[in-house]
């Protein structure tokens, strides 16, 4: 992203899917409906040289979940706020921070270049919770995600590799006044994106996630995360400034606990 430059962005995301939980909870045929809605503002800056950028999301989601528990049919409802996510990168390696003119003509004279950078992002624990309540929408405690990644581009096409780490605090109110502790979350993500005349993109991506699992009042759960993640996108600018993301992603467990979805995306974002 060039200097100058500002993002706001709406997007709307429907999944659904099936849910494995703990045999313990005694929930079976478990599936999950999830409709979101986001609100996203990016900034990039300079550092020095470096360019770097800040970004904000808010998210507020519908979500039901439906099952056997105790072999009673169930339907649980929650409607409110998610958590909130603030996000700091910087590149280590590549392209300068640059001006909108200055960014076209470095692109023009190095069609392929490799980018480094770090990331930092925070959830905030600022979703809808209920302590009494097993399912809910934020999780009650702050997640710190360090990332770093490359890409590397070559004329329309660029290739991205990222690695992180999911690090969550305490949950010092959880169900039943208890303490939950989550182990870390380790992330693997790739993609391969190619551009088109008049700003068209389209990306296939690939993920991996293991770890996660759970200990409650220092007994641990049998729950730890073994997810696949694929997906396919593309975006369309509608005006000069203007334009539309369209996103379709499917997660698959390996583990005993953990979810199989599919969802899709429509996004907005505008620059100004």
Partial sequence: MPLGTNIIGIGYAHTFGNIDFDPVLQAENATVLVNSLALQ???PFRIGTKLARIDALIPYSSARWEGLLNSVPT????????DSRLRFSINFIGPKAMTPKE???YLKENPTYTTVGAS???TFPF???YSDKLLNLGYNCFVFRPQVGMVHKWGKWSYELTGSIFLYTNNNDFYNNTTKKQEPLFAMQTHLVRTFKHRI???LGLGYGLGGHTIVNRQPNNDERGNFVGGVSAG???FKKQSLKFAYGTTLTIKDVGANTNGFVLGWATTF
């Avoid at 339907?75 to 998610?82: L, P, Y």
């Fill in 236 to 238: 369309i600018p509608i």
């Fill in 41 to 43: 503002y990016v900034r």
């Fill in 120 to 122: 930092l992002a925070i």
């Fill in 103 to 105: 960014m076209q003509e």
């Fill in 75 to 82: 339907t649980v409802k929650r409607n409110g706020f998610a």
């Fill in 127 to 129: 979703g809808q919770y």
């Fill in 201 to 203: 993109w389209t990306s």
